[in-house]
């Protein structure tokens, strides 16, 4: 059984949309930010804050030990696309979704808590990610679930699940 493996820019929906299509499908939701901090034992920030290398390191071994799972939805964190390794890995069990949300409407939804690193004090670095990572996050693709509101993100997630899973 594969995986379906979410990708997308920080503030995409990975995570909430993830979760939700985990529990409606009855399957395992795996989140690699939040194993990254816990096989790490810190913060992203504090990874972060020592190097985006350090980050990278531990995002790489953790998306390694999902891709070897079956049946499981992933959420990636936006970055992942970066290391062509860690989406070979990921594409060897997973089917990957790109929710191609639009940059404005993240930029308009995120906290000013520091919680999402790259964007930390500087919100319209949303702009400059879209920009850089689109074309990888499209190559990569084997679906691309394009920007609406969540309930309609959500159906054809579904969809796609379904379709993965039938």
Do not use: H
């Not at 929906?13 to 939700?20: A, E, F, I, N, W």
């Not at 995002?59 to 799972?69: D, N, P, Y």
């Not at 990569?140 to 699940?161: H, K, N, R, S, T």
């Amino acid at each position: 059984m594969r995986n379906l493996v979410l990708t997308g820019l920080p503030g995409s929906g990975k995570s909430r949309l993830g979760k939700m299509l985990a529990e409606k499908l009855k399957v395992e939701f795996y989140d690699s930010d939040i194993l990254v901090e816990q096989r790490s034992g810190r913060s992203i920030g504090d990874l972060f804050a020592e190097s985006e290398t350090c980050f990278r390191t531990w995002e790489t071994g953790v998306l390694q030990e999902l891709a070897r799972l079956q049946g499981a939805v992933i959420a990636t964190g936006g970055g992942a696309v970066l290391k062509a390794e860690n989406m070979a890995a990921l594409k060897q069990k997973g089917s990957v979704v790109f929710l191609d949300r639009n940059p404005e409407r993240i930029r308009k939804d995120l906290p000013e808590d520091g919680q999402r690193p790259l964007l930390a004090g500087n919100g319209d670095r949303i702009y400059e990610l879209y920009r850089e990572r689109l074309p990888l996050y499209e190559k990569y693709a084997d679906y691309i679930v394009p920007d609406g509101e969540w309930q309609e993100m959500f159906g054809q997630l579904l969809a796609i699940g379904k379709e993965i899973w039938q």
